[in-house]
């Protein structure tokens, strides 16, 4: 109970920071919770084509590594300045509800912890490795070779372009409970053949 409560309260407090911190981006990630949660039904299209578009630019441009990291950090910088001015310039904190501040705040709940389970990830892969070096060894040499593998099978702006489009998508996906399913389905095959083996040992 105690460790719960602990993380519960580390949460909370790393939520409002959080949100101090996006605070003039509150309109901006609403919208985008919007797109990413599909609530209109061509949302994924217009999902799909936007990261098309925009890799079909950087295939054409063909750009070196330092100049496309060059581009993403300006546009990043540049969105980080006119969005917070441009949402303070144009929109009034009265247009703010309380079911936006409301879904800000989930938002920024769902950052933290998606960030913090990415750490305690992190910190199962280190204890892992000390606890058993042999199965953290052979865990890792197998996904990275497997990655190689995928990578050389792949081009890299495909490859890229796959992951982007996923990660994007996932949050649509995970809302209408089509993850859900999907994992559900593979969990009864994987039954129905733990079984099959059982009966045929038995």
């Known amino acids: 109970m105690d460790g719960d409560n602990k993380s519960t309260s580390v949460v909370a407090q790393e939520t409002a920071h959080l949100e101090e911190q996006l605070q003039g981006w509150g309109e901006a990630l ?102 058993k070096p042999k199965v953290y060894f052979i865990s890792i040499t197998t996904v990275l070779a497997l990655a190689a593998w995928i990578g050389q099978q792949v081009h890299n702006l495909l490859l890229t372009f796959l992951i982007v489009t996923f990660l994007l998508l996932f949050p649509g996906l995970t809302q209408q409970g089509i993850i859900c399913s999907y994992v559900g389905m593979a969990k009864r095959e994987i039954n129905k053949l733990l079984k099959r083996k059982e009966k045929k040992a038995e």
């Open 30 to 131: 609403l919208a985008a919770d919007r797109v990413l949660r599909w609530e209109k039904p061509y949302f994924p299209a217009l999902v799909v084509s936007a990261t098309t578009l925009i890799f079909l630019v950087i295939y054409w441009l063909d750009p070196s590594v330092l100049t496309g990291l060059s581009i993403v950090v300006m546009l990043v910088c540049l969105a980080d300045y006119l969005i917070p001015t441009l949402t303070a310039k144009f929109l009034s904190s009265k247009q703010w509800t309380t079911e936006q501040q409301q879904r800000f705040h989930e938002i920024c709940s769902s950052l933290v912890k998606a960030r913090l389970s990415v750490a305690h990830w992190g910190h199962q892969l280190l204890a892992l490795k000390e606890e």
